[in-house]
């Protein structure tokens, strides 16, 4: 149970990276799996064998979600974009209590100012003009520009708050690289598709490596101005999905109706040629948003179950480590007393 749970967790990790504007390090921190991922990263030869096995169960996920999520998210994002958006936005929110108790009554106004940069330049990244994407047959030079975006990317996946998938789109090859992704299911475009997504991976290994070794030093060193800028872009994310989700030109465009009724009774899009509603894609919306919500509050809620069931059996191990080593003295010293008289 306990390892599928880890190959979920690793689900969610991968769907959010195949989304501009998600943050899979935030997902990992939702699903309170991330100073673990951080841990067996940078820890992969001194603890072989734990670090190779939460890695694999994990990978597992990741590669089974943006596999089977790259033509699902392609579709998903093209009729229920705010929806799934919104599930996101649940998910982070019912979380915002877990990610802010490292650091609970110990912030000073220092702290806030790293809030503040981490959030703004989250905001920031929103407001970068992107480029056409690029189409076509790839360049020698599109190769290496693919190693330098899977190395940002790689960064931003264990940054909390920014979108690694992001990073493909400030270069130009966001679609070029889900087109990838989708053509590596079918024998006819996986050479073509493993050709462009290698060089990616190249630049996601570096990446993944050196950042997460980053960050582990600055946690250990720094732990509440680490943690400080971590909800700063935790928090700049949620901002992040409401602009990339189109909530705001949901909110714009709902301007222009007479009354509400207008609103709700109006065609949203057509879905397999039949009209979806307003309504409707508002119901759903809601839906996902309460299931991310609860969702989270739920995995946050087992894992501070699992916290205390393990600090109790640590409890319990000490108490009896203890007594032991008590009853050992009192029998080294009833020897000893014994032996004088």
Request: glycine share 10%.
């Amino acid at each position: 149970m306990k390892h599928i749970a880890l190959i979920f967790k690793g689900m969610l990790f991968g769907i959010a990276n195949l989304i501009p504007g998600v943050s899979g390090g935030t997902m990992a921190i939702v699903t309170g799996v991330y100073e673990k991922l951080l841990d067996s990263i940078n820890n992969l030869f001194k603890k072989f064998k734990a670090s190779i096995i939460f890695l694999l169960l994990f990978g597992i996920g990741v590669v089974i979600a943006i596999l089977a999520g790259a033509k699902v998210l392609e579709w998903g994002l093209k009729y229920f974009k705010l929806p799934i958006s919104l599930l996101f936005i649940g998910l982070i929110v019912g979380s915002l209590p877990t990610i802010t108790k490292p650091i609970k009554n110990q912030t000073k106004p220092i702290h806030y100012l790293f809030m503040v940069l981490a959030f703004a330049l989250v905001i920031g990244l929103l407001y970068i003009p992107f480029p056409e994407v690029v189409s076509g047959s790839l360049q020698f030079y599109d190769y290496l520009l693919l190693v330098v975006c899977g190395f940002l990317a790689s960064i931003a996946m264990v940054v909390p708050g920014i979108s690694g998938m992001m990073m493909f789109y400030l270069f130009g090859y966001y679609e070029t690289i889900m087109t990838a992704i989708s053509g590596l299911i079918k024998f006819t475009s996986f050479g073509s598709s493993f050709l462009i997504l290698l060089p990616v991976g190249i630049g996601v290994i570096i990446g993944i490596f050196s950042a997460a070794k980053a960050i582990a030093y600055l946690l250990k060193k720094f732990p509440i101005a680490t943690y400080s800028a971590i909800i700063g872009f935790v928090i700049g994310s949620i901002f992040a999905i409401i602009y990339e989700g189109g909530l705001v030109d949901e909110f714009i465009s709902c301007i222009g109706f007479t009354s509400l009724g207008e609103y709700f009774s109006s065609a949203s899009t057509y879905l397999n040629g039949r009209i979806f509603y307003k309504w409707a894609e508002l119901l759903i919306t809601a839906i996902f948003f309460l299931t991310g919500l609860f969702g989270s509050m739920l995995l946050v809620q087992l894992s501070n179950n699992k916290e205390k069931e393990e600090a109790e059996t640590k409890r319990l191990v000490d108490e009896k480590r203890e007594k032991m080593r008590q009853e050992l003295l009192e029998e080294i010293n009833n020897s000893s007393g014994g032996s004088n008289d």
